[in-house]
Nanobody, 118 residues
Framework: QEQLVESGGGLVQPGGSLRLSCAVSGISFRFYHMTWYRQAPGKERELVAAITTGGTTNYDDSVKGRFSISRDNAKNTVYLQMNSLKTEDTAVYYC????????????WGQGTQVTVSS
């Protein structure tokens, strides 16, 4: 069965750092683009950072220069390094895997809570 499991969330003070991990199983990880989304209460889910199968990255403007996405194909894991955290970063962070050739297939993790508060 396909499974994405996020970890690394928690409570951190403004200016602090967290590293989120998403462990993937049940799919051929190297064939999937990986994306981190987040959703704050009362708001739409939004793209935070993405990395393609080839390693190309893109970020939402609100996190550029602060967040970094990476992947380790040998470990079937994608990471999100979050630095200089702001209260506005508070949200549930979700991991997404998407394959867009032949047919579109995508899978979601259950989410991990990130709270930035003093």
């Amino acid at each position: 069965q396909e499974q994405l499991v996020e970890s690394g969330g928690g409570l951190v003070q403004p200016g602090g750092s967290l590293r989120l991990s998403c462990a993937v199983s049940g799919i051929s990880f190297r064939f999937y683009h990986m994306t981190w989304y987040r959703q704050a209460p009362g708001k739409e889910r939004e793209l935070v950072a993405a990395i393609t199968t080839g390693g190309t990255t893109n970020y939402d403007d609100s996190v550029k220069g602060r967040f970094s996405i990476s992947r380790d194909n040998a470990k079937n894991t994608v990471y999100l390094q979050m630095n200089s955290l702001k209260t506005e970063d508070t949200a549930v962070y979700y991991c997404n895997a998407r394959r867009d050739y032949i047919v579109v297939r995508q899978f979601w993790g259950q989410g991990t809570q990130v709270t930035v508060s003093s």
